[in-house]
Nanobody, 121 residues
Framework: QVQLVESGGGLVQAGGSLRLACAASGRTFSSKQMGWFRQAPGKEREFVAAISWSGGNIYYADSVKARFTISRDNAKNTVFLQMNNLKPEDTAVYYC??????????????WGQGTQVTVSS
């Protein structure tokens, strides 16, 4: 089992930036890829970005390309999501998740508790 703890959420004005962090512990060797997802009120959870622990594979949803950047610090078992030029539609609970599969946007058996991001207009 992989334990995941997100941090860095908060309230920001449109056009602002936030940096989310996800610290992984436990059986981290079992995960090959880390992903960020989000769920807005009344909507289904959606994929945002993912990165393999090797760093060689990075994926983004079209809605966040050129605004969000995913990165990782293998020494600290931590993955980051730098979010720039935030829009009100980015408001959601953001979740970190771990996958045993590189390239997947759906196979994520381990999840964090989520962190709220609110973007005011």
């Amino acid at each position: 089992q992989v334990q995941l703890v997100e941090s860095g959420g908060g309230l920001v004005q449109a056009g602002g930036s936030l940096r989310l962090a996800c610290a992984a512990s436990g059986r981290t060797f079992s995960s090959k890829q880390m992903g960020w997802f989000r769920q807005a009120p009344g909507k289904e959870r959606e994929f945002v970005a993912a990165i393999s622990w090797s760093g060689g594979n990075i994926y983004y949803a079209d809605s966040v390309k050129a605004r969000f950047t995913i990165s990782r610090d293998n020494a600290k078992n931590t993955v980051f999501l730098q979010m720039n030029n935030l829009k009100p539609e980015d408001t959601a609970v953001y979740y970190c998740a771990a996958s045993p599969v590189v390239g997947s946007t759906t196979i994520y058996p381990n999840w964090g508790q989520g962190t709220q991001v609110t973007v005011s207009s």
